[in-house]
């Protein structure tokens, strides 16, 4: 089955600065990447997401680059503000969606 | 839309015990996936549920089960509780089955004393 890795665990900027978060994912059949956003005490919300089709997709100060001969995929997020302290969870899917292990983003005013 | 509705928000059971989660979709979305949410080890994945029959099953003990109901309302059911089952239950619905935008609900806190 699926095995996706999310790195760093961890993660503290200051803001304004750029955060980075990668993932690796096993099944070369996944074909959807999507990453969600869960504040604390809430629940997870898809924020942006990609298809195997496409290398890269943009919202705002979110991107998502996905390598699929490497087989990762990275979330990038730029002038980072305190409202993106969240953690973090990256998906691969060739159905069911198998979860990275999340990434605790800190942004530092 | 009224979004992914999950009762109860708490649960405090003992060892042994066994409890039974419920999990309302979004209106029209067919599709129910279950997760366990524990610290550091993120969302693992339970089972999901499509048109009543379950479509793919994690890898957790036969004490985890699940149902759909015609109104593509869940329940999940765990047996014989262990302390570690202690997480946070989080049921997520999408309008169809395979590589759908899920929609989570707010969780079940079980708490195993």
């Known amino acids: 089955g699926e095995n996706v890795e999310q790195h760093p665990s961890t993660l503290s900027v200051q803001e304004g600065d750029s955060a980075v978060i990668k993932c690796t994912y096993s099944?070369?059949?996944?074909?959807?990447f999507p990453w969600y956003k869960q504040e604390l005490g809430k629940r997870p919300q898809l924020i942006i997401d990609?298809?195997?089709?496409?290398g890269e997709k943009k919202d705002q100060r979110i991107a998502v680059t996905l390598n699929k001969t490497a087989k990762h995929f990275s979330l990038h997020i730029t002038e980072t503000q305190p409202e993106d302290s969240a953690v973090y969870f990256c998906?691969?899917?060739?159905?069911?969606?198998?979860f990275g292990k999340g990434t605790r983003l800190s942004v530092i005013a | 839309k009224a979004g992914v509705t999950q009762t109860p928000r708490y649960l405090i059971k003992t060892r042994g015990q066994q409890v039974t989660l419920s999990c309302s979709p979004i209106?029209?979305?067919?599709?129910v996936s279950w997760y366990q949410q524990t610290p550091g080890q993120g969302l693992q994945f339970l089972f999901e549920?499509?048109?009543?029959?379950?479509?793919n099953k994690g890898n957790f003990p036969g004490r985890f089960s699940g149902r759909q109901f015609s109104n593509s309302r869940s329940e999940m059911n765990v047996s014989t509780l262990e302390l570690g089952d202690s997480a946070l239950y989080l049921c997520?619905?999408?309008?169809?089955?395979?590589?759908?935008?899920?929609?989570f609900g707010s969780g079940t806190q079980l708490s195993v004393l």
């Open positions: 997520a619905s999408s309008f169809s089955t395979g590589n759908e935008k899920l929609f």
């Open positions: 099944d070369s059949a996944s074909n959807y």
């Open positions: 990609i298809r195997s089709n496409v």
């Open positions: 998906a691969a899917s060739d159905t069911p969606l198998v």
């Open positions: 209106s029209g979305h067919r599709s």
């Open positions: 549920y499509f048109s009543e029959t379950q479509r």
